[in-house]
């Protein structure tokens, strides 16, 4: 074969995996969305900076392939891999790795807690001494203005007799 055919069979074969590439990163993407609740507003914003690196990406590699030239056997074959990804990966990956990581992140959340429940029962604890503490105070200022206050009633009276 000529180098010149290897060359086009070797293009067409990264166009088919950028398509491949391409769809593994949007999976990811949905795999996020599926762990955390997204609005409208930023599902488009996600989805506005995924295709701006992208076409960042596939522009990369025609540039550095073939110069720049869009060939259509390119776009040809990204549509190829993307299909292939789609068709065989897609719909088990998403469901596993968000499954998997959902369950990683309840183990992680649970660990923690576990190793923060002795720091929750002595914040729990402090707080329950403060609120008495400060119960008791409160007492004690109301006692203390009762008995200012019959102190100064009584020096009145005692001014006013003289």
């Known amino acids: 074969?000529?180098?010149?055919?290897?060359?086009?069979?070797?293009f067409f074969l990264h166009s088919i995996f950028m398509g491949l590439v391409i769809t593994f990163a949007y999976d990811w993407i949905l795999v996020f969305r599926k762990l955390f609740a997204h609005g409208r507003f930023l599902i488009s914003v996600e989805d506005f900076f995924y295709w701006f690196v992208c076409g960042i990406g596939v522009f990369y590699m025609l540039y550095k392939e073939n110069n720049g030239v869009l060939r259509w056997?390119?776009?040809?074959?990204?549509?190829?891999?993307?299909?292939f990804y789609k068709t065989t990966i897609k719909n088990y990956f998403v469901n596993i790795m968000s499954t998997c990581i959902h369950k990683i992140?309840?183990?992680?959340?649970?660990?923690?807690?576990?190793?923060?429940?002795?720091a929750k029962c002595a914040f729990f604890g402090a707080r329950r001494f403060v609120r008495f503490v400060?119960?008791?105070?409160?007492?004690?200022?109301e006692f203390i203005k009762k008995r200012l206050t019959c102190c100064v009633?009584?020096?009145?009276?005692?001014?006013?007799k003289q």
Do not use: H, Y
Not at 135 to 141: G, T
């Open 134 to 141: 400060m119960r008791k105070l409160k007492n004690v200022k």
């Open 105 to 118: 992140m309840w183990l992680v959340l649970r660990i923690i807690q576990i190793v923060l429940k002795p």
């Open 153 to 160: 009633k009584t020096i009145r009276i005692i001014l006013c």
């Open 1 to 10: 074969m000529s180098q010149d055919i290897v060359q086009e069979i070797v």
């Open 73 to 83: 056997f390119a776009v040809v074959g990204a549509a190829l891999g993307m299909l």
